[in-house]
């Protein structure tokens, strides 16, 4: 079965998991699996020489689990959609994964039908981040001596990735962002759908009784 599977990340109050929900919400038969969802617990989390926890890395994370949920998801798309569903049964299922750290994790680099990467400058980043509370909370200090540095590490290793990412900036209106999103999503699952219609035939889908 044909499945589209898009990607979501940026840079930690991006906006990564607002526009997901966004289009979660419009998406026909589409499933949200959040990376933030597979954080080990603390006390399986490294400290550096300052005492900070390093949660921004991919050893902070659980990603064989996240990586066994979307198998999962593969092997049986759209199963997560409640019974009311059943009547979009012919729409691609679609998977969106949001995460921090989706494009330097090596496995998922075939997964991807359509990548984004949100962006906001370091002063927004740090004044959103700010009035958020994280658990563990953030101690002082550790948007500049952890969150920031490793965010610019990770985007750096992304300048050798070779399949196409869209940038998106995350200082424009949620939704400004979500319909740029949306439009653009709309039309390669138009595109999907109608390679699919060609590969199945016209006269087997129009057959009756089948
Ligand atoms: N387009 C936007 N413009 C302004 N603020 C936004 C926008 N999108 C999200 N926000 C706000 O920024 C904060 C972070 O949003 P969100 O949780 O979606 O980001 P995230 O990238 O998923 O963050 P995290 O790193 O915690 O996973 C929230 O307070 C949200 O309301
Ligand atoms: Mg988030």
Redesign the pocket.
Known sequence: MKTFVIGIS??????????AKNLQKHLPNCTVISQ?DFFKPASEIEKDENGFLQYDVLEALNMETMMADISCWMGNPGSSLGPTAGCRTEEIPILII???LLFNYKPLDTVWNKSYF?TIPYEECKR?RS??V?EPPDPPGYFDGHVWPMYLKHRQEMDSMTWEIVYLD?????ED?FSQVYEELTQELAKQSASTVLANGVVKSGAPGK
Do not use: I
């Not at 940026?10 to 526009?19: A, D, E, F, H």
């Not at 995350?170 to 949620?174: C, L, N, P, Q």
């Open positions: 940026g840079v930690t109050n991006g906006g990564k998991t607002t526009l933030d949001e995460g921090f949100l959103r009035k958020r994280y995350g200082t424009r209106s949620e962002l």
